[in-house]
């Protein structure tokens, strides 16, 4: 975690309802590009650290006999829940409010340990280690982020892109220029240099893969104001008594911004490294420093683009 902020427990407050409907969609195929590299013969186990409302967990949960999703936020679980119980994932799926750097002792062991943009709220080199006592022999993690920085797809926009700038300026004039975080704030930003974290901790590696993004999303005011709420830098809590004022002005934003009321966005790609935990550098899969991009084909985009 940044030096001088410590995490606290109104980091994601109130922003799990909004979470799953605001935030943009991994790429297409994700789960279908980790399967060709991780290989799961479906009788394995893994941990989702951070898991929030569940969205990797359950997409990745088809590949294993159990995953177990662990974050400290009871609404965000509340909601892996009830999506769980939708997809009818139920019965392979577990889910355990605590934090990465306090787990419980009778977890096991896992074959694969997942961090779908986590990793940098922890005390990273504390939840390292712990994730590598937690792996058994050839086992894996994984480390998933969104690849903003790729070529943006070609074409034009059936809508105006959600304007984001705007928005910034907005939040940053209800809440100030210094970025919050809980009850503390982030003038830096989150931390980076994850690579040299997990190889101080033993793992091997990396292998990258780039799931391509670039799929077209329509986006509704509904749409973004959920994003702006589903952000720890602007979690409904921030806003105490002006919650609704900064709303309204939000949604007055947005209108003047599209006459049809509609946005485009394009889909961010998405970024994977897989670190082995074999200190030979044997493991055949997580320790290829070689990149690999998982074909633009590999899955169906999600529904409602």
Known sequence: MADGWEWDETLFAGTAAHYRRGRLPYAPGLAEALARVLRPDGRGRLVDMGCGPGILALDLAPLFAEVVGVDPDADMLAEAGREAAARRTGARVRWVRARAEELPPDLGTFDVATFGQSFHW???????????????????????????????????????????????????????????????????????????????????????????????????????????????????????????????????????????????????GTEVFFWGTDPDGGHPHACDRRPWTAPADAGAPPGGA
């Open 122 to 268: 922890m005390d990273r080199a504390r939840v390292a280690a712990a994730t590598r006592d937690l792996l058994g022999p050839g086992g894996t993690l994984v480390h998933v982020s969104d690849l903003r920085t790729g070529t943006p797809a070609a074409g034009a926009l059936p809508y105006p892109e959600v304007p984001g700038a705007a928005i910034r300026d907005l939040v940053t004039r209800y809440l100030g220029p210094v970025r919050r975080a809980g009850r503390g704030v982030l003038p830096e930003g989150t931390p980076g240099g994850e690579a040299a974290v997990l190889a101080r901790a033993g793992f091997t590696g990396p292998r990258r893969l780039v799931v391509p993004g670039g799929q077209l999303l329509r986006r509704t005011p509904d749409d973004v104001v959920a994003e702006v709420f589903s952000m720890s830098f602007s979690a409904p809590h921030l806003f105490g008594p002006r919650r609704a004022a900064f709303e309204a002005d939000l949604r007055r934003l947005l209108r003047e911004a599209s006459a049809t009321g509609l946005f485009s966005a394009r889909g961010p």
